[in-house]
């Protein structure tokens, strides 16, 4: 079972604003920005991402019905910045965590394993500086 969603809002309100001044720059923290789906504000949210070829995976520690991952899989724009370059998210599907295994570092996967995230995002992405292509 994902981490419950009353830890989520907890984070929201203290965790990730803290994690935002530096998420982005410092590995493997990313930022994935996003536009709601209803209200079409832009979301920044800090996440940990690990690098697969030219696509980033993220565990879904609150399991697959997250806003980000909600507002993406819509169509809106995305973008996630690693280590201070912004990439368009030009895709996003979700996949077995045993898929992906070696894109994660054992410890990560340990964690994981105990609060019981078994699904990852994969994000696919354009190059820097090109327009928000969504392939969804």
């Known amino acids: 079972m994902p981490i419950p969603r009353t830890i989520a809002r907890l984070n929201r ?3 990730n604003r803290l994690t935002r001044r530096f998420a982005g720059r410092i ?3 990313t930022l994935v ?3 709601g789906r209803a209200s079409g504000k832009t979301y920044t949210v800090p996440l940990m991402a690990f690098r697969d070829g030219d696509r980033w995976v993220i565990a879904l520690t609150y399991g697959e019905t997250t806003d980000w991952q909600k507002n993406i ?3 809106g724009p995305a973008t996630i910045t690693v280590r ?3 990439m368009p998210i ?3 599907h979700t996949a077995d965590r ?3 295994v070696r894109t994660m570092p054992w ?3 340990r964690i994981l394993d105990l609060i019981g995230a078994d699904r990852v995002a994969i994000v696919e992405v354009g190059a820097p500086g090109t327009p928000e292509a969504p392939t969804r």
Do not use: E, M, W, Y
């Open 13 to 15: 309100a203290g965790l």
């Open 27 to 29: 590995p493997p923290f």
């Open 33 to 35: 920005s996003h536009t």
């Open 73 to 75: 899989q819509a169509g």
């Open 84 to 86: 201070g370059v912004t």
């Open 90 to 92: 030009t895709g996003l």
């Open 98 to 100: 045993q898929d992906v």
């Open 107 to 109: 410890i990560v996967h």
